[in-house]
């Protein structure tokens, strides 16, 4: 079993539409939590980051983190056309010097106009 | 522009071949990081380097070298290529090496044949 699951999708919606966008994970110990958005041929960029559970919100997008249910999400109201991308989730431990990210298999969304 | 730069962008080899992936970052950070992509599999790390003069080795480490030149500077390198390592590299640096977001490269496209 991988250590951070994503529903590889696609994920089809219409524009204007809540997109949810989500990971679970199996290693109880991680404490930072990112999104990042990757576009076809590009690296990825970061998008939302959270430390430990709760919300956080910028602009359009939501990250929320569940750490009893060892869930992450993230929440796209309105959504565009150039929302269309891969998601990936990502989490560490974080102790010093060891910031390798976790990544799970992300997620491709498209968003028709 | 300040950032994350790989070279080359694609590169085609033949079995058995040897190659030198490049990446440079000009955002003085300190941590450096490999992944490779591949469908289904998300982000996977190579090898990382949390500060100039160490590198230690990431999930799928086995048919790989690195060298950190510099603070700057971080190669990947394949002595014997095989199939197997056909895929997307990143690279990705980070500035206090915790997970407080990586800066990624472009990527290098690589097939092995």
């Known amino acids: 079993q991988k250590e951070v699951e994503q529903d590889p999708g696609p994920l089809s919606v219409p524009e204007g539409a809540i997109v949810s966008l989500n990971c679970t994970y199996s290693?109880?110990?991680?404490?930072?939590f990112m999104w990042y958005r990757q576009y076809s041929r590009k690296g990825p960029e970061l998008l939302m980051y959270?430390?430990?559970?709760g919300n956080k919100e910028d602009g359009r997008f939501t990250a929320q983190v569940d750490k009893s249910s060892k869930y992450i999400s993230l929440f796209i109201r309105d959504s565009q056309p150039s929302d269309s991308a891969t998601y990936l989730c990502?989490?560490?431990?974080?102790?010093?010097?060891?910031?390798?990210?976790?990544f799970g298999q992300g997620t491709t969304l498209q968003v028709k106009p | 522009n300040a950032g994350v730069t790989q070279t080359p962008k694609f590169q085609v080899l033949k079995t058995g071949q040897s190659m030198t992936l490049q990446c440079a970052q000009d955002?003085?950070?300190?941590?450096m990081y490999w992944y490779r992509q591949d469908p289904g599999m998300g982000l996977r790390l190579i090898y990382y380097?949390?500060?100039?003069?160490?590198?230690d080795k990431g999930e799928v480490p086995n048919g790989y070298n690195v060298s950190r030149l510099n603070k700057r500077e971080f190669s990947l390198r394949l002595e014997s290529a095989a199939p197997s390592q056909t895929s997307v590299y990143f690279c990705a640096s980070d500035l206090l090496g915790g997970p407080y977001g990586y800066t990624f490269g472009s990527g290098t496209r690589l097939t092995v044949v």
């Open positions: 290693n109880s110990a991680f404490q930072y």
């Open positions: 990502a989490m560490s431990v974080g102790s010093s010097n060891t910031g390798k990210l976790i």
């Open positions: 959270t430390y430990s559970s």
């Open positions: 955002m003085n950070h300190n941590s």
């Open positions: 380097s949390a500060s100039e003069g160490t590198t």
